[in-house]
């Protein structure tokens, strides 16, 4: 960390005096994956370095193993919560929610933090969150209402959402704050000298709200056409179906699936691969768009959620409409092909995250926004 950096810290520890703990509620806890997992880790690190005296408990409300295990997990997640506020003083509740059922569980926390006079940090990642609330039942929408006015904050991703929120569901404006995704900076290092132009990564949950379908299908499409393309798909989720997808479009042995990976096999991916591609239907801000920002490597994406608000078209990423087939083909071909198109990308998209997406800088404001909130704390004896 800089000089000055440090010093910003050693004052926030200074200031930060009636912070004692702060409870991380988050699917999977520090194993889980997808965004939340991410952000929940790399909070949890960071704090573990630089803020020592500030104690963080990781609860996991909801296991990512199988649907009866995971029952246990919820009053589980209730009694550690407890431990947490009454014998160890923690006076933040963070969690992290994204929509449908996480609302009922996030919500059954918030009401015995609420009952233990916590402050509650409502941190919103569903990037299908505006959709489902429009079609959820007269029930789920009283419940909707009720978590997010009884917030004490409530994190968003982007505009979008802080306008949703305020005009859809009634939040009062002092109660919505924009705070948008960060990662720790991955090492400085050249990319693999025989790195394949043709050869894509993905880094996501495998579901259809991502794009595989269509991006094996443009996979294919580029295979037609005697291109040499090939995948990487790194990531849990229905693997199996995207397998056999890939099998029935003659691609099986251009892709790869490792299954869900963390730690330095991610890094070995991000500077190995040519392109990270992540042709989503819907999304929030990707941390693995923030990762290939932060590593020099060119990002393929569409224009949904909050990454227009950040990335702009031929300057720092590639853009594509969703499910969008010959689109995504298209734009991979341009990637392996233009090379003048990649150095951009890249070194302009390496400029956005010094700019807007370091860790250090958000933690700051996190435990500036924690610290707002904890005097108001009453003991929870």
């Known amino acids: 960390m800089h000089e000055g950096q440090q010093k910003q810290g050693d004052t926030f520890r200074r200031d930060a005096g009636g912070l004692r703990g702060v409870v991380l509620a988050s699917p999977g806890g520090l194993a889980g994956g997808g965004g939340m997992g991410s952000v929940t880790r790399a909070m949890k690190a960071w704090m573990a370095e630089h803020t020592p005296d500030i104690e963080v408990d990781v609860i996991d409300p909801r296991s990512e193993g199988r649907a009866l295990w995971s029952l246990l997990y919820g009053p589980a997640a209730l009694v550690r919560l407890v431990h947490c506020r009454v014998w160890k003083g923690h006076g933040v509740l963070h969690l992290q929610v994204s929509e449908r059922l996480s609302f009922i569980r996030k919500s059954a926390l918030m009401f015995v933090a609420r009952a233990l006079k916590m402050r509650v940090v409502l941190h919103h990642h569903g990037a299908e969150l505006i959709p489902f609330f429009r ?3 007269p029930r789920m929408k009283r419940l909707v209402r009720w978590a997010v006015c009884k917030a004490d ?4 991703l ?3 959402w ?3 929120l305020l005009d859809e569901v009634g939040v009062p404006s002092e109660r919505v704050v ?4 960060a990662t720790k900076d991955f090492p400085t290092r050249e990319p693999a000298a025989d790195r394949d132009p043709w050869h894509f990564l993905v880094l996501a949950n495998l579901s259809p709200r991502k794009g595989i379908g269509e991006l094996l299908e443009a ?10 393309a090939k995948l990487t798909l790194a990531g849990g989720g229905e693997i199996e179906r995207y397998r056999r997808q890939a099998e029935a479009l003659q691609i099986g042995q251009r892709c790869t699936f490792t299954g869900w990976i963390q ?3 991610v890094t070995d991916l991000l500077f190995d691969r040519s392109v990270l591609v992540l042709p989503s239907h819907h999304e929030g801000l990707p941390m693995t768009i923030i990762e290939a920002l932060s590593a020099r490597l060119p990002v393929l994406t569409t224009p949904v959620g909050s990454i227009p608000e950040h990335l702009e078209n ?3 990423c590639l853009f594509v409409e969703p499910r969008n087939v010959g689109g995504i083909a298209e734009a991979l071909e341009r990637l392996a092909t233009e090379q003048d198109l990649r150095h951009r990308l890249i070194t302009n998209g390496r400029v956005l995250y010094e700019e807007r997406f370091g860790l250090h800088g958000y933690m700051l404001r996190m435990l500036a926004l924690y610290e707002s909130l904890s005097p108001k704390a009453a003991s929870p004896r």
Do not use: H, K, M, Y
């Open 135 to 137: 079609g959820a039942s």
């Open 153 to 156: 904050v409530n994190i968003v």
């Open 158 to 160: 982007g505009e979008v």
């Open 162 to 164: 802080r306008t949703f």
């Open 178 to 181: 924009i705070a948008i995704n």
């Open 219 to 228: 996979i294919a499409l580029l295979n037609q056409r005697g291109l040499p």
């Open 263 to 265: 730690g330095d096999a």
């Open 314 to 316: 031929e300057v720092t």
